[in-house]
């Protein structure tokens, strides 16, 4: 199965990676989930200032394009010699959606981490995981002081399917961000053996 | 970003004689490496390390190969995965 003459092969005997998306508004808790399971690793990437931001920020005799160094959480979890987990943190607002588009690839699915004080922040990744067929689950980052929702009015306030996990965590503890993940890998597994009884063969 | 970055045979061998950037990348990837860990390892922005493993490509010093581009489906492995979560 290797493209002749590419060196890009497919990967058929280094370690399967799996890949695990966090999303989520500023401050819903993505870093804390991240921290709380895995070794977490400093990832720097460059993003590209989008065209509105270039503008505002236009100044005669600039460059056009600009770039600016964005942090990402980055963490990775072994599961054994030859499978990694890896988790990819990235702020949920448009701008970073570059980014996005190749994380989401070959990814296993997303948590989107949502912060019932500012539930609307979560609709861009909600909206950018239905359109792209990525399995999700929306993670409701129990903040102290914040207003205990039940996940179906969480549900009901994000419009989601129904059978897209909705669970309650308190992402600075590490078993309740395990469960959330779990969930997640769960609810793939439960996709995947759907859609093998749909399509027989 | 999980693409995997494996040293040649040239590039193991001419460890000594590269610049010290090479070096680095060389050294860490005797055994197959994600692009990712190792940007995060030699902390730097992601795009420089992409310019410069595909310098060291052309050199011959380096492998890349691509992680799979779907997503996984295979039942036992993802049972695995959600075992090892469950013991963390």
């Known amino acids: 199965m290797l493209s002749a003459g590419s060196d890009q092969e497919v990967d058929t005997d280094s370690p399967v990676s799996i890949k695990i998306l966090i999303a989520g508004g500023f401050g819903a808790g993505k870093t804390t989930?991240?921290?709380?399971?895995?070794?977490?690793?400093?990832?720097?990437?460059?993003e590209?200032?989008?065209?509105?931001?270039?503008?505002?920020?236009?100044?005669?005799?600039?460059?056009?394009k600009t770039t600016t160094t964005v942090a990402m959480d980055f963490g990775r979890i072994t599961v054994r010699d030859d499978l990694v987990v890896y988790l990819f943190g990235t702020p949920g607002q448009h701008r970073f959606?570059?980014?996005?588009?190749?994380?989401?690839?070959?990814?296993?699915?997303?948590?989107?981490?949502?912060?019932?004080r500012r539930l609307a922040d979560s609709f861009p990744s909600?909206?950018?995981?239905?359109?792209?067929?990525?399995?999700?689950?929306?993670?409701?980052?129990?903040?102290e002081g914040a207003k205990r929702f039940r996940p179906d009015a969480v549900r009901t306030a994000l419009d989601l399917n129904p059978d897209v996990p909705v669970v309650l965590c308190d992402a600075r503890h590490r078993s309740s961000s395990r469960d959330v993940l779990v969930t997640l890998v769960e609810y793939a597994i439960r996709l995947i053996s759907e859609s093998e009884v749909m399509t027989p063969g | 970003m999980l693409s995997t970055v494996t040293a040649t045979r040239a590039g193991t061998s001419s460890d000594l004689q590269l610049e010290p950037e090479y070096q680095e990348v060389v050294k860490r990837c005797r055994r197959p490496k994600p692009v990712a860990d190792l940007a995060s390892d030699l902390d730097l922005p992601l795009g420089v390390v992409r310019i410069l493993l595909s310098?060291?490509?052309e050199n011959g010093l380096i492998t890349i190969r691509q992680p799979a581009r779907t997503r996984p489906t295979d039942p036992q492995l993802l049972k695995d995965v959600a075992d090892a979560l469950r013991r963390l």
């Not at chain 1, 989930?33 to 460059?46: A, C, D, F």
């Open chain 2, 55 to 57: 310098d060291m490509r």
């Open chain 1, 48 to 64: 590209m200032l989008s065209e509105p931001s270039v503008l505002v920020d236009a100044l005669d005799g600039v460059e056009q």
């Open chain 1, 97 to 116: 959606w570059f980014m996005w588009d190749e994380l989401a690839l070959g990814a296993l699915g997303a948590v989107v981490m949502a912060d019932t």
């Open chain 1, 126 to 143: 909600v909206d950018y995981f239905e359109r792209r067929g990525l399995p999700f689950v929306v993670a409701v980052n129990c903040f």
């Open chain 1, 33 to 46: 989930l991240v921290s709380s399971v895995s070794e977490i690793k400093p990832l720097r990437t460059e």
